[in-house]
């Protein structure tokens, strides 16, 4: 079964900067789009960012000139930059692979001053 491994989430004061990692095993990584999503507390998971498996980029607009989705095949990995981070940025982040149904445990960002 595919599964994923997110990382890199920690606290952060506003304005900085954190860059997450999912590693994704028991696929054909390279062949899938991949996405961020993103899911605060009390709140609706929503789609942050996609990444098409030739490596063209879709933002949220909330998050438009802020987050940068990139992804290394060669690695099984798919990261998330998150730059000039806000308060509502504040979540659980999880990667997905659209065609699986299965999800990581994901990994927390906190932005606090």
């Known amino acids: 079964q595919v599964q994923f491994v997110e990382s890199g989430g920690g606290l952060v004061q506003p304005g900085g900067s954190l860059r997450l990692s999912c590693v994704v095993s028991?696929?054909?990584?390279?062949?899938?789009?991949m996405g961020w999503y993103r899911q605060a507390q009390g709140k609706q998971r929503e789609l942050v960012a996609t990444?098409?498996?030739?490596?063209?980029?879709n933002y949220v607009d909330s998050v438009k000139g802020r987050f940068t989705i990139s992804r290394d095949n060669a690695k099984n990995t798919v990261y998330l930059q998150m730059n000039n981070l806000k308060p509502e940025d504040t979540a659980v982040y999880y990667c997905k692979q659209f065609p699986s149904a299965n999800w990581g445990q994901g990994t927390q960002v906190t932005v606090s001053s």
């Open positions: 028991g696929s054909i990584f390279s062949i899938y789009a």
């Open positions: 990444i098409s498996n030739g490596g063209g980029p």
